[in-house]
């Protein structure tokens, strides 16, 4: 079975400054895995998915991961952090030749941006 | 472009009684998936639907109930509800069990008093 690990519960950064949230997972093969944005009491959105090929994948509002299959993770990154970021972002990995598609999300990271 | 559509957005009901969740998928999606996201706690799954058959189960109680009809929309039933059971229910969909991607709808929040 496959988990997510995500270290930080809680990260404060300063408007401006670079953000990079960890995600670590366990799967037997190469899972696929996403990142996804919940503001307060909304929904879903993803932020980028990685299935295979380049490591390095660029998603919306200028978010971008790293897939480093040596130390199972995928953590994502944001050169310089607005106002808006802040809100608890979720890793996520999917089992795609496993049964039903489902995906297991780590526990998030709720960011703060200090103006 | 069309989104998942879950009606109703917020639902109030008291302990005991039953509510009923709607998913209505992306047009030509045919699996639907449901997650319950308690406050504070990341999204747990509940179950998909693949072509109108349940395809996978989660952490679904058993006063829990679900199906996908032939149009792909999917109910979610849950009876003799409890507090614990105050969450926000996602539906999402996908073309296909193996395409990776799911596309999920902004959630019913069930509040249960």
């Known amino acids: 079975a496959q988990s997510v690990t995500q270290p930080d519960i809680h990260i404060t950064v300063s408007e401006g400054a670079s953000l990079e949230l960890r995600c670590n997972y366990s799967?037997?093969?190469?899972?696929?895995l996403f990142w996804y944005v919940q503001s307060p009491g909304q929904g879903l959105q993803l932020l980028l998915k990685?299935?295979?090929?380049?490591?390095l994948v660029q998603g919306i509002k200028g978010f971008e991961a790293e897939f480093k299959r040596s130390q199972s993770s995928f953590n994502l990154r944001k050169p310089s952090v607005h106002w808006s970021d802040a809100a608890e972002y979720f890793c996520?990995?999917?089992?795609?030749?496993?049964?039903?598609?489902?995906?297991?999300f780590g526990g998030g990271t709720r960011v703060l941006v200090k103006p | 472009a069309a989104g998942v559509i879950q009606s109703p957005r917020h639902l109030i009901k008291e302990k005991r009684e039953t509510a009923t969740l709607k998913c209505y998928p992306i047009?030509?999606?045919?699996?639907v998936y449901w997650y319950q996201q308690g406050p504070g706690q990341d999204p747990q799954f509940l179950i998909s639907?693949?072509?109108?058959?349940?395809?996978d189960k989660g952490s679904i109680p058993d006063r829990f109930s679900a199906q996908q009809f032939s149009d792909y929309h999917s109910e979610l039933n849950m009876s003799s509800l409890e507090l614990g059971d105050s969450a926000l229910y996602f539906c999402?969909?996908?073309?296909?069990?193996?395409?990776?991607?799911?596309?999920f709808g902004e959630g019913s929040r069930l509040t249960v008093l």
């Open positions: 047009p030509r999606h045919d699996t």
């Open positions: 799967y037997g093969a190469t899972p696929y």
């Open positions: 996520a990995v999917g089992a795609p030749r496993a049964a039903g598609n489902k995906l297991t």
């Open positions: 990685y299935f295979s090929g380049d490591t």
């Open positions: 999402a969909s996908s073309f296909g069990r193996n395409t990776g991607e799911l596309f």
């Open positions: 639907f693949y072509e109108k058959m349940q395809s």
